[in-house]
C-alpha cells in the first residue's frame, strides 16, 4: 500500500531550524516527484516546494524566500525539507505529497497525514 | 500568481442531495485542476484530476467539469461518507495554489 509517513514536528523558537522527513512507502520512490504542503491553523492549504524525482528541477513558494530546502535521498526512500529562520507564520500542518510523475509540473496524488510545526516563543 | 476562489465555504446537505462546489480560476488554466477529499485523521484522497477525470477506485457520484477558468465538483445522491473538506488544486503554473475549501457536512 502506497503511504507517506512524515516526522520532524515539534516546537520551535524563532529563528531556528527545523527539519522535516518524508518516509515513502509502497511505491518506487525514485521515479517520481515529490511536494511539500503546509496548512495553517484555521487556514487554506498552501503549496511549499516541490522536487523532481532526481532533484534536477526544484521549485519554492515566494514566500520561502530561500528560508527553505527541499531534498531527497532515493537510496533511502526518503524526502526532507530543511527550513531555516523560522517565524511564527511557519506554524502549519506540514504535508508530503507524492506528484502523479517524475518531473515537477503534475499534482500530488498521494498524501501523508502531516506531521505538526509550532513555531514560537 | 493564480489565484482560486472556491465556494460555497460550507454546505449542509442531507443524504440523496445533490451537492455542487465551484472552484474560479484568476487566469486561464486550462485543464489543469485536481480536487481533492480531505477528513480529520485521515490521509487527504485524490478524487479527480485534469478538471474531469475520476481517479480510479473513487465513486461515481463524484464528478467534475469546467476548464480555462471555471471549475465545478460534482456529488451526485450524496451519502453521509461524503461529508468531509474539500479543495481544488491548480498545477498549471509556479506557484501551485489551492481554493480555499469546503467544508460538507451532513444536515
Known amino acids: 500500500q502506497v503511504q507517506l509517513l512524515e516526522s520532524g514536528g515539534g516546537v520551535v523558537l524563532p529563528g531556528k531550524s527545523l527539519k522535516l522527513s518524508c518516509a515513502a512507502i509502497g511505491f518506487t520512490f525514485r521515479s517520481y516527484g515529490m511536494h511539500w504542503v503546509r496548512q495553517a491553523p484555521g487556514k487554506g492549504l498552501e503549496w511549499v516546494a516541490v522536487t523532481s524525482n532526481d532533484e534536477t528541477k526544484k521549485r519554492y513558494a515566494d514566500f520561502v524566500k530561500g528560508r527553505f530546502t527541499v531534498s531527497r535521498d532515493n537510496s533511502k526512500n526518503m524526502l526532507y525539507l530543511q527550513m531555516n529562520s523560522l517565524g511564527t507564520e511557519d506554524t502549519a500542518v506540514y504535508y508530503c505529497a507524492k506528484a502523479r510523475y517524475s518531473n515537477i509540473n503534475f499534482g500530488m496524488d498521494v498524501w501523508g497525514r502531516g506531521t505538526t510545526v509550532t513555531v514560537s516563543s | 500568481e493564480t489565484t482560486l476562489t472556491q465556494s460555497p465555504v460550507l454546505v449542509s446537505a442531507t443524504p440523496g442531495d445533490k451537492v455542487t462546489i465551484s472552484c474560479k480560476a484568476s487566469q486561464d488554466i486550462d485543464d489543469d485542476v485536481n480536487w481533492y477529499q480531505q477528513k480529520p485523521g485521515e490521509a487527504t484522497t485524490f478524487i479527480i484530476h485534469?478538471?474531469?477525470t475520476l481517479v480510479p477506485g473513487i465513486p461515481p457520484r463524484f464528478s467534475g467539469s469546467g476548464s480555462g477558468t471555471d471549475f465545478t465538483l460534482t456529488i451526485d445522491n450524496m451519502e453521509s461518507e461524503d461529508a468531509a473538506y474539500y479543495f481544488c488544486l491548480q498545477h498549471d503554473n509556479f506557484p501551485f495554489t489551492f481554493g480555499g475549501g469546503t467544508k460538507v457536512e451532513i444536515k
Open positions: 485534469e478538471a474531469t
